[in-house]
């Protein structure tokens, strides 16, 4: 199992602040699982941080990964 969680206008999108879901090869998959069961999800903006850290491309998941997905920050 991997952990979503849901921050910002996502939880809104989405209607959950954190999912559970059997593992996925890889965020590219994920990502495509997640904007087929929450179609709105595909026209928002968003970072995805894997244990912590944003990532920029595909990364590999493993079993217990916990997975973010964060609307994009903005300088105040």
Same mark, same amino acid.
């Given at each position: 199992?991997?952990?979503?969680? $849901?921050?910002?206008?996502?939880?809104?999108?989405?209607?959950?602040?954190?999912?559970?879901?059997?593992? $996925?090869?890889?965020?590219?998959?994920?990502?495509?699982?997640?904007?087929?069961? $929450?179609?709105?999800?595909?026209?928002?903006?968003?970072?995805?941080?894997?244990?912590?850290?944003?990532?920029?491309?595909?990364?590999?998941?493993?079993?217990?990964?916990?997975?973010?997905?964060?609307?994009?920050?903005?300088?105040?």
């Amino acid at each position: 199992m991997i952990e979503v969680l $849901f921050f910002g206008q996502l939880t809104d999108i989405t209607g959950i602040s954190s999912l559970s879901l059997d593992s $996925f090869s890889d965020t590219d998959s994920l990502v495509s699982h997640l904007q087929q069961r $929450f179609p709105d999800l595909a026209k928002a903006k968003y970072m995805i941080a894997v244990e912590n850290h944003v990532i920029n491309s595909a990364i590999s998941l493993k079993p217990g990964s916990s997975i973010a997905f964060m609307p994009p920050f903005s300088g105040g």
